[in-house]
């Protein structure tokens, strides 16, 4: 059979590499069937359809893998008119749209929308580590970094799943426990990329790299240095500190290549800490800030403003402290309840796909636009801080697209979507 995987576009500013339909692309052509991509951040409507026509396409299957945003948010929106004209065209043309937040939302998807899919597949299943991710099936060049040290790069996942319960989080449902791939297996993808594709860099994306303790993560970095590979690596997701138990590994990251990392904090509130089951002393997350930038890794904090309970007192003090700990750039979001998560049963259940993101349905204290306001003025606060000053100087030079970077940093601060 013929098969159209398709990924739906996210907002103007993110493109990144579809690995997920990636990874089921290189599943189906295994099995036989030929499969084409189509990423609806570079194609358009009229495109899809000659594809259709021209390749006898047999099966559509349209992505909803990669978190709960990207679904319901932004790129519902995008496929929706799509996939109504492709049903027009091809009336007969069955469209199925799978991935784990599918399984939240499936009778609203298919009762509402059933002009759109024919099938729900939902949940996200074990993933076959002989089978490695098909990084031909949507144009690689397409995809350039940003805060890259190179620009030819790649994501990768090394595990799936997280062994952690965080309340705002919907991995717990999602995957019920943590399972990495064998380290030499990981490996040996890393050694096709960087061979076949060229690859000078890798980022990896899982939902907690270190979910299986430090004693895998060093074991991981020894059979990357030992492997002869020369490749920059960072981890963009957020790593729980609470599972860096041994300091030292920061050493065996930084021989292995890693240049930055990210920390998933959250907040320093103890109350909200023990309600989303995340505590995690200041103190203990400045040594592990220290221990990395000691090695020359560069440390990003993620915190969320806007928390269920969570008032302008907490926020405010949550950036005051997280300019103590000695980040080199610190990033705030604004608290969704992402589907699947036990906060998102608690605050938002029974929201249609909708009315979720307007964010004044589940935050009492605080409306939208006082926390998009503090937001704002938490990134101008960083920004004149020197460390911050030296970090966005280095990533300016080092970068290769320096005007796309200066849009992304644009977009950031004033919550803007800026194409880039």
Same mark, same amino acid.
């Given at each position: 059979?013929?098969?159209?995987?398709?990924?739906?576009s996210?907002?103007?500013?993110e493109?990144?590499?579809?690995?997920?339909?990636?990874?089921?692309?290189a599943?189906?052509?295994?099995?036989?069937?030929?499969?084409?991509?189509?990423?609806?951040?570079?194609?358009?409507?009229?495109?899809?359809?000659?594809?259709?026509?021209?390749?006898?396409?047999?099966?559509?299957?349209?992505s909803?893998?990669?978190?709960?945003?990207?679904?319901?948010?932004?790129s519902?929106?995008?496929?929706?008119?799509?996939c109504?004209?492709?049903k027009?065209?091809?009336?007969?043309?069955?469209?199925?749209?799978?991935?784990?937040?599918?399984?939240?939302?499936?009778?609203?998807?298919?009762?509402?929308?059933?002009?759109?899919?024919?099938?729900?597949?939902?949940?996200?299943?074990?993933?076959?580590?002989?089978?490695?991710?098909?990084?031909?099936?949507?144009?690689?060049?397409?995809?350039?970094?940003?805060?890259?040290?190179?620009?030819?790069?790649?994501?990768?996942?090394?595990?799936?799943?997280?062994?952690?319960?965080?309340?705002?989080?919907?991995?717990?449902?999602?995957?019920?426990?943590?399972?990495?791939?064998?380290?030499?297996?990981?490996?040996?993808? *890393? &050694?096709? /990329?960087? +061979?076949?594709? @060229?690859? $000078?860099?890798?980022?990896?994306?899982?939902?907690?790299?270190? !979910?299986?303790?430090?004693?895998?993560?060093?074991?991981?970095?020894?059979?990357?240095?030992?492997?002869?590979l020369?490749?920059?690596?960072?981890?963009?997701?957020g790593?729980?500190?609470?599972?860096?138990?041994?300091?030292?590994?920061?050493?065996?990251?930084?021989?292995?290549?890693?240049?930055?990392?990210?920390?998933s904090?959250?907040?320093?509130?103890?109350?909200?800490?023990?309600?989303m089951?995340?505590?995690?002393?200041s103190s203990? *997350? &400045?040594? /592990?800030? +220290?221990?990395? @930038?000691k $090695?020359?890794?560069?440390?990003?904090?993620?915190?969320?403003i !806007?928390?269920?309970?969570?008032?302008?007192l907490?926020?405010?003090e949550?950036?005051?402290?997280?300019?103590?700990?000695?980040?080199?750039?610190?990033?705030?979001?604004?608290?969704?309840?992402?589907?699947?998560?036990?906060?998102y049963?608690?605050?938002?259940?029974?929201?249609?796909?909708?009315?979720?993101?307007k964010?004044?349905?589940?935050?009492p204290?605080?409306?939208?636009?006082?926390?998009?306001?503090?937001?704002?003025?938490?990134y *101008?606060?960083?920004?004149?801080?020197?460390?911050t000053?030296?970090f966005?100087?280095?990533?300016?030079?080092?970068?290769?697209?320096?005007?796309?970077?200066?849009?992304?940093?644009?977009?950031?601060?004033?919550?803007?979507?800026l194409?880039y």
């Amino acid at each position: 059979m013929n098969i159209l995987l398709i990924e739906p576009s996210f907002k103007r500013s993110e493109k990144a590499y579809p690995l997920g339909l990636g990874q089921l692309g290189a599943v189906l052509k295994s099995a036989g069937h030929k499969v084409f991509g189509v990423d609806l951040s570079f194609n358009g409507t009229e495109e899809v359809k000659k594809i259709i026509s021209d390749n006898g396409i047999g099966m559509i299957n349209v992505s909803a893998a990669s978190y709960g945003i990207s679904l319901i948010c932004y790129s519902l929106k995008s496929v929706l008119p799509l996939c109504r004209e492709i049903k027009r065209s091809f009336p007969s043309l069955p469209i199925i749209v799978n991935g784990p937040f599918a399984e939240v939302f499936k009778d609203e998807l298919l009762k509402e929308y059933r002009d759109c899919f024919d099938q729900v597949i939902s949940g996200q299943g074990t993933p076959d580590n002989t089978i490695f991710a098909d990084r031909e099936l949507f144009p690689l060049e397409r995809y350039q970094g940003m805060f890259t040290k190179r620009k030819r790069y790649t994501q990768i996942i090394t595990s799936i799943g997280c062994n952690r319960r965080c309340s705002y989080c919907p991995e717990p449902a999602l995957n019920h426990c943590w399972q990495g791939r064998p380290v030499k297996n990981v490996i040996e993808e *890393l &050694k096709l /990329i960087a +061979d076949k594709y @060229r690859m $000078e860099e890798f980022h990896i994306e899982d939902a907690n790299f270190f !979910g299986g303790g430090t004693k895998r993560v060093k074991e991981f970095c020894r059979e990357l240095a030992g492997s002869g590979l020369k490749m920059s690596w960072q981890c963009p997701n957020g790593i729980p500190p609470q599972d860096i138990d041994d300091l030292a590994v920061f050493s065996d990251m930084a021989k292995a290549g890693c240049y930055s990392i990210c920390l998933s904090v959250e907040t320093f509130d103890r109350g909200l800490q023990k309600s989303m089951g995340k505590e995690c002393e200041s103190s203990m *997350l &400045k040594r /592990i800030v +220290d221990a990395a @930038r000691k $090695e020359g890794i560069e440390v990003t904090g993620y915190f969320m403003i !806007g928390l269920p309970g969570q008032g302008l007192l907490s926020i405010k003090e949550d950036i005051r402290l997280s300019r103590s700990i000695g980040f080199d750039f610190i990033n705030y979001t604004i608290f969704y309840p992402y589907p699947g998560s036990l906060w998102y049963s608690q605050y938002a259940k029974g929201m249609n796909i909708g009315e979720i993101f307007k964010n004044d349905g589940y935050t009492p204290e605080l409306g939208i636009d006082v926390l998009k306001r503090q937001r704002a003025k938490a990134y *101008l606060l960083n920004s004149f801080r020197l460390r911050t000053l030296k970090f966005a100087a280095k990533s300016f030079l080092q970068v290769k697209l320096p005007l796309r970077f200066l849009r992304r940093v644009t977009s950031c601060i004033f919550d803007l979507d800026l194409k880039y």
